[in-house]
């Protein structure tokens, strides 16, 4: 190995692993990661000894939730190096934060304001946007480079006067490329509109610092950074929650309310209408705090290690088609395929009987599986408890399937 990342005793807080009953070569991590055991410890010790509803408590049950609720948003903040705690909105995913955002700007948009997208896009940071065309909102996209970049040369021409928002992926979920952020923000800036970026993917390799990106809302999922499921965060610029009023409403989110008319609490509250996921925003923070304390430049050399050489063991493979960028530069460890004419679906369910877990579909990017020419394809993504095996099993599964569905 190059460096000094032990894959085994990584794994050994991962409790799937300590269960398996059979081999597993997990390399899905693209959808969902696995948990630690920091998530699960925290869980269990809420649910068992501080159970109850936050904010609204008069016993100290409550309060002890409340407590380690808000702990787990501090915890988030850190991660995040966000500015304040009350940045940090608690979802219930990446899907969810961005129809808020999205919801709650639809309250302030008029006909002819125009939101930029681009075609890489995971359909939750597409349709929340297109879904604002039915109001006169106009959405832009754009386009991508041969090897599926957006292609920033192209932002003057898009993002214009009219240009509320710019919503784009910090890195794609179906090629792995991670967007150029200093022209993406440069071009908001220059004509006052904000920035959105969905950090689903990126999150589980990386520590993204708010207060270097420049960007105005950071969403992502637990379970895609080793954490629970169910719950997710919308980090907002104090300035940028302020402005938007609540998509969701109902208790716990109110200044006021009276018959005919209520006002509504600061952020972040004024965005967690009902009891939020409690137990699992616990769970996260205990996550992020764990990632925290982790050796990214290690954990970020294996994971290109690996990644080059599942690369290079595609390359070998006839008929295998790459699509995406060639190489792993600006790019998280995700790589989509086909594998000749064979559909995706039987390549997986084939490599699943050899106990290598895979994704094959769409992956929730149609307009960008439109752009490749493809209906479907095959994805593999890897995550720092991955190893050779895992590589080496799927590139001899692969095989395999060639010449059984062949
Ligand atoms: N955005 C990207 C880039 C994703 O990869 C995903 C999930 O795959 C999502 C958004 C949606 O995340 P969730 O289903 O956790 O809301």
Same mark, same amino acid.
């Given at each position: 190995?190059?460096?000094?990342?032990?894959?085994?005793?990584?794994?050994?807080?991962?409790?799937?692993?300590?269960?398996?009953?059979?081999?597993?070569?997990?390399?899905?991590?693209?959808?969902?990661?696995? /948990?630690?055991?920091?998530?699960?410890?925290? /869980?269990?010790?809420?649910?068992?000894?501080?159970?109850?509803?936050?904010?609204? #408590?008069?016993?100290?049950? &409550?309060?002890?939730?409340?407590?380690?609720?808000?702990?787990?948003?501090? #915890?988030?903040?850190?991660?995040?190096? =966000?500015?304040?705690?009350?940045?940090?909105?608690?979802? *219930?995913?990446?899907?969810? =934060?961005?129809?808020?955002?999205?919801?709650? /700007?639809?309250?302030?948009?008029?006909?002819?304001?125009?939101?930029?997208?681009?075609?890489?896009?995971?359909?939750?940071?597409?349709?929340?946007?297109?879904?604002?065309?039915?109001?006169?909102?106009?959405?832009?996209?754009?386009?991508?480079? *041969?090897?599926?970049?957006?292609?920033? *040369?192209?932002?003057?021409?898009?993002?214009?006067?009219? @240009?509320?928002?710019? =919503?784009?992926?910090?890195?794609?979920?179906?090629?792995?490329?991670?967007?150029?952020?200093?022209?993406?923000? =440069?071009?908001?800036?220059?004509?006052?509109?904000?920035?959105?970026?969905?950090?689903?993917?990126?999150?589980?390799?990386?520590?993204?610092?708010?207060?270097?990106?420049?960007?105005?809302?950071?969403?992502?999922?637990?379970?895609? @950074?080793?954490?629970?499921?169910?719950?997710?965060?919308?980090?907002?610029?104090?300035?940028?929650?302020?402005?938007?009023?609540?998509?969701?409403?109902?208790?716990?989110?109110?200044?006021?309310?009276?018959?005919?008319?209520?006002?509504?609490?600061?952020?972040?509250?004024?965005?967690?209408?009902?009891?939020?996921?409690?137990?699992?925003?616990?769970?996260?923070?205990?996550?992020?705090?764990?990632?925290?304390?982790?050796?990214?430049?290690?954990?970020?050399?294996?994971?290109?290690?690996?990644?080059?050489?599942?690369? +290079?063991?595609?390359?070998?493979?006839?008929?295998?088609?790459?699509?995406?960028?060639?190489?792993?530069?600006?790019?998280?460890?995700?790589?989509?395929?086909?594998?000749?004419?064979?559909?995706?679906?039987?390549? @997986?369910?084939?490599?699943?009987?050899?106990?290598?877990?895979?994704?094959?579909?769409?992956? @929730?990017?149609?307009?960008? /599986?439109?752009?490749?020419?493809?209906?479907?394809?095959?994805?593999?993504?890897?995550? &720092?408890?991955?190893?050779?095996?895992?590589?080496? +099993?799927?590139?001899? #599964?692969?095989?395999? +399937?060639?010449?059984?569905?062949?």
């Amino acid at each position: 190995m190059p460096n000094d990342h032990d894959v085994s005793a990584f794994r050994r807080d991962f409790p799937l692993y300590a269960n398996l009953d059979r081999p597993l070569h997990y390399l899905d991590n693209a959808a969902t990661a696995q /948990m630690h055991q920091s998530a699960f410890d925290a /869980m269990r010790r809420h649910d068992t000894q501080a159970r109850g509803n936050v904010l609204r #408590g008069n016993h100290r049950l &409550a309060e002890a939730a409340t407590e380690a609720y808000e702990n787990a948003r501090a #915890g988030v903040a850190r991660y995040l190096n =966000a500015t304040t705690v009350e940045e940090i909105v608690f979802t *219930s995913g990446t899907t969810a =934060a961005i129809n808020l955002v999205a919801g709650a /700007m639809g309250y302030l948009l008029r006909p002819g304001d125009e939101i930029v997208v681009s075609l890489a896009e995971h359909h939750s940071n597409f349709l929340p946007w297109q879904r604002l065309q039915e109001q006169g909102v106009v959405l832009r996209v754009l386009p991508l480079t *041969s090897e599926g970049r957006i292609d920033m *040369s192209l932002l003057p021409a898009i993002v214009g006067g009219r @240009c509320r928002l710019i =919503a784009l992926s910090h890195a794609s979920n179906v090629t792995g490329a991670i967007t150029d952020l200093v022209p993406v923000i =440069a071009a908001a800036r220059a004509v006052g509109a904000r920035v959105l970026l969905d950090g689903a993917q990126y999150v589980q390799h990386g520590r993204p610092d708010m207060q270097a990106l420049g960007a105005d809302f950071y969403v992502f999922s637990g379970h895609k @950074c080793f954490g629970p499921t169910g719950v997710g965060v919308l980090w907002g610029r104090r300035e940028a929650l302020a402005e938007l009023p609540p998509f969701m409403v109902g208790g716990g989110m109110v200044g006021r309310v009276a018959l005919r008319e209520s006002t509504w609490a600061e952020p972040p509250r004024r965005f967690e209408a009902g009891t939020p996921p409690i137990a699992q925003a616990v769970g996260l923070g205990a996550v992020l705090d764990w990632l925290v304390g982790q050796p990214w430049e290690q954990l970020r050399s294996h994971e290109e290690h690996l990644f080059e050489r599942l690369l +290079a063991g595609l390359r070998n493979i006839p008929g295998v088609r790459l699509l995406g960028p060639a190489d792993r530069r600006e790019r998280l460890p995700v790589v989509s395929f086909n594998l000749g004419e064979l559909h995706p679906h039987d390549v @997986c369910q084939v490599l699943d009987e050899r106990h290598v877990a895979l994704r094959g579909g769409h992956h @929730c990017a149609q307009p960008l /599986m439109e752009f490749f020419g493809v209906a479907a394809t095959v994805r593999a993504s890897l995550a &720092a408890y991955n190893d050779v095996a895992d590589v080496d +099993a799927l590139l001899a #599964g692969l095989e395999h +399937a060639r010449q059984v569905l062949a």
